[in-house]
């Protein structure tokens, strides 16, 4: 061994500063399981920033209002069922409340509580579920989306017992509802209610204090206030950014007047917001159930003279607070039984269209929550 | 009801359809109209909810019309066809609303102003009426197909659409089904036929 080579040597550190990375595009969807259904979005990444997102869909495109413009009016009550097929009461109510405003039909006290009722336990359940699938996506996988669908079936029991269908509900009709609840239906409503909170106190303790859930969703997907109100964005989505907009306050349809409940607001408006602003307009619902099951009066549920009924030539835009946002159907008759034309304002659809504000600058991983976090099913967003 | 009363006034070629109680608004104004609405402090609609386009055959009506000599005579009333896309805006500022504006255009050619560069909110809901009526929105930064694929022809709401006679497949036709999938069905073979 020649001892006189053995020295120390010098070594270069490659700093990584020359590295150039291509703009690669991926197609994610329409079969990614973060994708909520058949959805893609077209993502440019630098490294695994977004550079560019354009989302795709129409892949459940089934020209819904095509369909409804060539039946009679009660005819696209069952179809409107399945536009969010989380929330098939809302869709009904937005659908009644639409042509109600044009035929100018009145509601039977009764039936506006049932309204009611049956809208705050789709929202419990819609909000509870999103919750579910957003950890879900964060990585959860399963454990808190199960808590949420366990709760979900009391509340989907109780659409089956008063409307012979879990999701598939039917139930509204045009002044009213199709049938009174069956007796004792207000009881399991009652308890059902009652016994929410403790699966709240439940979620929050798990969730709310989470620290991948804090340092994963706070300031990700930031959408400010400004951009919000202008790209028409509505829901918890809308009120995480700050906006003081709901349509129960504003437009008090039913009988939301006569019930005392708050509109939680966040203030930065990033994932973290939109995920509190659901879990507290649950607590928000469950106050509003607890006042309707108190004081719901006896009487009629609906108007059976309003059956097969044939508007005068009208337009009227009906627009209710659905759990993803605003929730609107465009009528206008020109005096046949079947609509001139029948068009659906989809909240999901059209809260889309910042998606692509609130991913850029962001990792790639974090566009799958920020699409969590915005709440869409696609059979409303392609219908 | 929000009064429209200043806005006709700011307008004069605006002109108020009373049955709709909405706003009908030439398209080279439709722009300035927008932001006027989304600024002015009396106002201040500045969310746009709904955008829907509506497509109107033209219709003729024939009617008997008795002469003052007893014979009858038919007149022929013509309604021209139409094509609208109507804006429902609302104020969340000041949470009031709506107000109603229509851009009218012709079926053979349809194109209006888009209004996305004052509510980006009708960006999606502009580009469907270009999808399923074929509206040509002016102005529009991104006018693609949304819930049809690329390579679609026609506009599928609109109304005198006829769509493709083997769109689908039933196992039991019945009526106007049937009908057309008849034509479709192998031609039963004739007894001449198995003569030779």
């Known amino acids: ?383 | 009801m929000i009064d429209l009363a200043p806005i006709l006034a700011k307008f004069p070629t605006v002109k108020h359809d009373a049955a709709a109680n909405a706003l009908i608004v030439p398209q080279a104004l439709a722009l300035e109209v927008a932001k006027w609405l989304r600024d002015d402090p009396a106002y201040r609609m500045d969310y746009a909810s709904n955008v829907a386009g509506v497509d109107t055959l033209p219709v003729e009506k024939k009617t008997k019309v008795k002469q003052p000599d007893g014979t009858e005579r038919e007149v022929v009333t013509k309604k021209p066809g139409s094509m609208e896309v109507v804006y429902h805006l609302y104020s969340m500022a000041l949470k009031h609303g709506p107000i109603t504006i229509k851009q009218v255009t012709t079926r053979e050619n349809p194109a209006v102003t888009s209004l996305t560069p004052i509510y980006r909110g009708a960006e999606f809901q502009e580009r469907e009426a270009f999808d399923l009526f074929g509206i040509q929105f002016e102005g529009h930064p991104d006018l693609r197909r949304i819930l049809m694929w690329d390579e679609f022809k026609d506009f599928p709401m609109r109304k005198d659409y006829v769509e493709p006679d083997d769109y689908e497949y039933e196992p039991t036709p019945h009526d106007a089904v049937l009908a057309k999938a008849k034509a479709h069905y192998p031609k039963a073979s004739t007894s001449t036929e198995a003569a030779s």
């Open chain 1, 1 to 383: 061994m020649n001892t006189e080579t053995i020295a120390p040597r010098e070594y270069q550190i490659y700093s990584g500063d020359d590295l150039r990375t291509n703009v690669l595009e991926i197609s994610m969807g329409p079969q990614h399981p973060s994708t909520h259904g058949v959805f893609r979005m077209d993502v440019s990444l630098d490294g695994e920033t977004v550079v560019k997102l354009k989302p795709v869909f129409g892949y459940l495109h089934r020209n819904h209002e095509k369909i409804a413009e060539t039946t009679s009016y009660l005819g696209s009550m069952p179809y409107t069922d399945r536009l969010d097929y989380f929330c098939s009461m809302t869709n009904n109510w937005a659908y009644a409340l639409a042509v109600e405003k044009m035929a100018g039909l009145a509601v039977p006290e009764r039936a506006e509580y049932i309204r009611v009722i049956m809208a705050e336990l789709t929202r419990l359940q819609n909000h509870a579920s999103l919750v579910g699938f957003l950890t879900n996506d964060l990585g959860a996988s399963g454990t808190p989306l199960l808590y949420a669908i366990r709760e979900r079936e009391h509340i989907l029991d109780l659409f089956e017992w008063a409307s012979g269908a879990r999701m598939m509900c039917n139930y509204m009709r045009f002044g009213g509802v199709r049938n009174d609840l069956p007796s004792g239906w207000l009881a399991q409503c009652k308890k059902v209610v009652d016994d929410f909170p403790a699966f709240m106190d439940e979620f929050e303790t798990l969730l709310t204090g989470n620290e991948i859930i804090l340092s994963r969703c706070q300031n990700v997907g930031v959408l400010p206030r400004d951009l919000a109100i202008n790209a028409s964005i509505t829901g918890p989505c809308l009120r995480a950014s700050g906006v003081d907009y709901d349509i129960r306050k504003v437009d008090k349809y039913g009988v939301y007047d006569r019930f005392d409940f708050k509109v939680p607001l966040g203030s930065v408006g990033d994932c973290y917001d939109r995920f509190m602003i659901r879990l507290l307009e649950m607590r928000e619902s469950v106050k509003i159930l607890k006042q309707a099951l108190a004081t719901i009066p006896e009487g009629p549920v609906n108007d059976s003279k309003a059956r097969n009924f044939r508007p005068k030539p009208a337009e009227a835009y009906g627009r209710i607070e659905g759990p993803k946002g605003e929730l609107g159907f465009y009528l206008v008759s020109d005096g046949t039984p079947k609509p001139h034309r029948y068009h659906v304002r989809p909240p999901s659809f059209i809260n889309l269209t910042v998606l692509e504000d609130m991913c850029l600058g962001q990792k790639i991983a974090d566009a799958v929550i920020i699409l969590g976090s915005i709440d869409i099913v696609l059979g409303e967003v392609d219908r």
